[in-house]
Structure formats: structure tokens, C-alpha cells
Nanobody, 127 residues
């Protein structure tokens, strides 16, 4: 059974940085994608950054200049480094994974569903 556990959220001032981690256990799949999604109060969930099993990333336009997604396959860990944070980045951030990433990380970024979800970690950015 796949489990995803996020950590690293918190509160930071505008312009600051946070590093989110997602520890994965269980077998996700051989052609998987993993990624980070977020949901702010009153807004729909949206894709932030995703990566496929070959390490190819995709980013939402709003975070391209400040966020970096990476994976440590040896440690089964997904990381999101968030720099130059803005108040609009305030949201609950979720780690997610899909077993068969049919069309790559950009496809996964656009999805509203996934095979597996973490419980979420809160990120709050104050002005």
C-alpha cells in the first residue's frame, strides 16, 4: 500500500523560502509521476510542480521562477524547494502520485485526480 507523508510546511514572510518533503512508501509504479498540488481557501486545487520517473519536471506558470521540484530515488523522497514566496502561495500543499503517467509530468500537472494523496502540509506567507 502506498503512503505519502508530507513535512516542511510553516509560516514565512513574503520573499522567504520553505522546503517541503514527501516521504513515499510502497510501490507506486514503473512509469509514475509525482508532484505537488495546493488548495487555498475558497479555491480549486491546482497543480504546482510535477516530475516523471525519468526526472523531467513541469511547473505551473505562477511558480516557475521560484520553485524547484526534485526526487531522491534512493530515499524515496520528493522535495519542493520554494523560494521568493508570495502571499498568493498560501495554501495547503499536497503530495500526490499517479501509477501510470500516460503523457508525462505536464499532463499530471493538469489533473484534478490522482491515485495517491498525502494528508497535506500548510504553507502560510505573510506580507
Amino acid at each position: 500500500q502506498v503512503q505519502l507523508v508530507e513535512s516542511g510546511g510553516g509560516s514565512v514572510q513574503s520573499g522567504g523560502s520553505l522546503r517541503l518533503s514527501c516521504a513515499a512508501s510502497g510501490y507506486i509504479g514503473s512509469s509514475y509521476c509525482m508532484g505537488w498540488f495546493r488548495q487555498a481557501p475558497g479555491k480549486a486545487r491546482e497543480g504546482v510542480a510535477t516530475i516523471d520517473s525519468d526526472g523531467r519536471p513541469s511547473y505551473a506558470d505562477s511558480v516557475k521562477s521560484g520553485f524547484t521540484i526534485s526526487q531522491d530515488n534512493a530515499k524515496n523522497t520528493l522535495v519542493l524547494q520554494m523560494n521568493r514566496l508570495k502571499p498568493d502561495d498560501t495554501a495547503m500543499y499536497y503530495c500526490a502520485a499517479v501509477s501510470q503517467c500516460l503523457y508525462g509530468s505536464s499532463w499530471f500537472l493538469s489533473l484534478t485526480w490522482s491515485n495517491y494523496w498525502g494528508q497535506g502540509t500548510q504553507v502560510t506567507v505573510s506580507s
